[in-house]
């Protein structure tokens, strides 16, 4: 099938930036600063995770990103009452629903969207009918696709952590797991983004999968700004994407 190449956003994660904050507590360092930093140096959009336990981003910090940004915000939640009230008061750009486990450090793995058909529809439709761009965060995996397409979420993100933890012929494997979901997702008319775990050492591979649109990125910037400053981990991120691309 000929694919025509399109362009590929970057949305910047700012949860860890707040995690340093909640570190000591106070104010500093300000994930809202963080965010309009990204932007000046050429992120497409933000990302932000108010988790249950609200470990990093807070509800406050969804308010006044809401309040500050003129990029596009991508709210990452669980698929709970509480969240569905939080997203359809703010009413972000889009909603990102992922797993969410509290024992867990990150997100660990995709959402099971084919077991939780059901549950995930009423989401999709509810936050879909407020305007908000619904995606749902997934495993490579066609049966995931297929019930996304389903449950009417417009996009998917396929999770990259399998791809970037493993290495040589392992790695390769898990490439074309990622290049051929995106391709099925192209397919089957659903939006493809991708993210998790990903640097500049594993970017170029995803990046260059042509029916991938958006790549969202966090941690690794942030802990690459403690050494370049976030301007210039998001200018070379986003460069190691755009060489890839082309």
Same mark, same amino acid.
């Given at each position: 099938?000929?694919?025509?190449?399109?362009?590929?956003?970057?949305?910047?994660?700012?949860?860890?930036?707040?995690?340093?904050?909640?570190?000591?507590?106070?104010?500093?360092?300000?994930?809202?600063?963080?965010? @309009?930093?990204?932007? =000046?140096?050429? +992120?497409?959009?933000? !990302? *932000?995770?108010? /988790? &249950?336990?609200? #470990?990093?981003?807070?509800?406050?910090?969804?308010?006044?990103?809401?309040?500050?940004?003129?990029?596009?915000?991508?709210?990452?939640?669980?698929?709970?009452?509480?969240?569905?009230?939080?997203?359809?008061?703010?009413?972000?750009?889009?909603?990102?629903?992922?797993?969410?486990?509290?024992?867990?450090?990150?997100?660990?793995?995709?959402?099971?969207?084919?077991?939780?058909?059901?549950?995930?529809?009423?989401?999709?439709?509810?936050?879909?009918?407020?305007?908000?761009?619904?995606?749902?965060?997934?495993?490579?995996?066609?049966?995931?696709?297929?019930?996304?397409?389903?449950?009417?979420?417009?996009?998917?993100? @396929?999770?990259?952590? =399998?791809?970037? +933890?493993?290495?040589? !012929? *392992?790695?390769? /494997? &898990?490439?074309? #797991?990622?290049?051929?979901?995106?391709?099925?997702?192209?397919?089957?008319?659903?939006?493809?983004?991708?993210?998790?775990?990903?640097?500049?050492?594993?970017?170029?591979?995803?990046?260059?999968?042509?029916?991938?649109?958006?790549?969202?990125?966090?941690?690794?910037?942030?802990?690459?700004?403690?050494?370049?400053?976030?301007?210039?981990?998001?200018?070379?991120?986003?460069?190691?994407?755009?060489?890839?691309?082309?």
């Amino acid at each position: 099938m000929s694919v025509s190449i399109r362009p590929l956003r970057l949305g910047v994660n700012i949860d860890h930036v707040a995690t340093i904050r909640n570190a000591r507590g106070g104010t500093h360092p300000d994930p809202v600063r963080a965010a @309009l930093a990204a932007a =000046a140096a050429g +992120a497409d959009g933000i !990302t *932000a995770h108010l /988790r &249950e336990d609200r #470990r990093h981003i807070s509800d406050d910090d969804i308010a006044r990103l809401i309040r500050a940004l003129k990029l596009p915000l991508n709210l990452e939640m669980a698929a709970t009452d509480e969240m569905l009230a939080i997203a359809l008061k703010h009413k972000p750009h889009a909603a990102c629903i992922v797993p969410e486990k509290r024992a867990e450090r990150t997100t660990e793995g995709g959402l099971d969207a084919r077991g939780g058909l059901s549950h995930l529809s009423r989401f999709a439709r509810d936050l879909g009918a407020a305007g908000i761009r619904v995606s749902l965060f997934i495993e490579p995996d066609t049966a995931q696709l297929e019930a996304a397409r389903t449950i009417g979420a417009p996009v998917v993100e @396929l999770h990259t952590g =399998a791809y970037c +933890a493993a290495e040589g !012929t *392992a790695r390769e /494997r &898990e490439l074309g #797991r990622l290049a051929a979901a995106a391709e099925r997702a192209a397919a089957f008319g659903l939006e493809c983004h991708a993210g998790h775990g990903l640097g500049f050492d594993t970017v170029g591979a995803v990046a260059a999968i042509p029916t991938i649109v958006e790549l969202n990125i966090g941690h690794f910037l942030v802990g690459e700004a403690i050494f370049t400053g976030l301007a210039e981990a998001v200018r070379r991120m986003r460069e190691a994407m755009d060489r890839a691309r082309s």
